[in-house]
């Protein structure tokens, strides 16, 4: 009985060890995926943040050129003389107003000379089509320079806003596949590590219970045998009175 036990004992001990060790594994596998994903949701919120201000810059800056471009070209052909003056300053400060804002990203889209045009009519935008002889046909060039520099500028940044907003869809794709595979992985791990701990708990009431179990049985065996050394001494007393 008391052998029974000891080796029971010693193979619910190692299952004990083996088990502890288990669910510290599983728990480091299900903390690191956790991590994983929480870092991942950080940096996809970072982007989506990035992204929505992005986009929301190049919206109003081609609404804006859009506007200048329809106010240009109701008088673009020789009617320049007939525009207002504050549509013509309000042309020159759309143009001002994005060349400054997105310098970066017009940077290599216009030559030298669409620069030095563009900065001549922002300087003086009455001047720059003033500077011409004064018949009407004289302003196309002038007007149509400018006419197309704004719609350089517009096509940029359409192009530009359609390439942000594909990079956005495949940003949330990624996201959304790192994200369902890691919380199936933090599924299956939580699962593993619940089993593995009711299995241990189990594990270890058992091995308590043999260790009672063994205890008395040992007290019981020497209760036994006091039992029988008092026994013996009788024995010997009577058999004494009897010599």
């Not at 350089?152 to 806003?161: I, K, V, W």
């Not at 058992?206 to 040992?218: C, F, G, L, M, S």
């Amino acid at each position: 009985r008391i052998e029974d036990l000891t080796v029971k004992i010693e193979e619910l001990t190692a299952t004990s060890s083996r088990l502890n060790t288990e669910v510290k594994n599983h728990e480091k596998e299900v903390a690191a995926n956790q991590d994983a994903l929480d870092k991942a949701t950080a940096i996809r919120e970072k982007q989506l943040a990035e992204f929505n201000a992005e986009e929301k810059d190049l919206l109003e800056s081609i609404s804006a050129l859009k506007a200048a471009i329809t106010v240009l070209s109701k008088h673009h052909g020789g009617a320049l003389v007939q525009m207002p003056r504050s549509h013509m300053l309000g042309i020159a400060a759309t143009l001002q107003n994005q060349l400054q804002r997105h310098a970066s990203l017009l940077r290599g889209v216009l030559t030298p000379a669409e620069r030095r045009a563009a900065a001549a009519f922002v300087q003086a935008p009455q001047d720059y089509f003033d500077a011409a002889p004064t018949f009407k046909q004289s302003y196309a060039p002038q007007s149509g320079e400018i006419f197309g520099i704004l719609r350089q500028m517009r096509d940029t940044f359409e192009s530009n806003l359609s390439a942000a907003q594909k990079e956005e869809l495949a940003n949330q794709k990624a996201y959304e596949d790192l994200k369902a595979a890691k919380e199936a992985e933090i599924a299956a791990g939580q699962a593993q590590l619940d089993s593995k701990t009711r299995e241990l708990a189990d594990t270890d009431e058992k091995n308590a219970q043999a260790k009672v179990d063994i205890e008395d049985t040992r007290s019981s065996l020497s209760a036994d045998e006091q039992f029988l050394m008092v026994l013996k001494e009788k024995c010997s007393m009577t058999d004494k009175e009897w010599e």
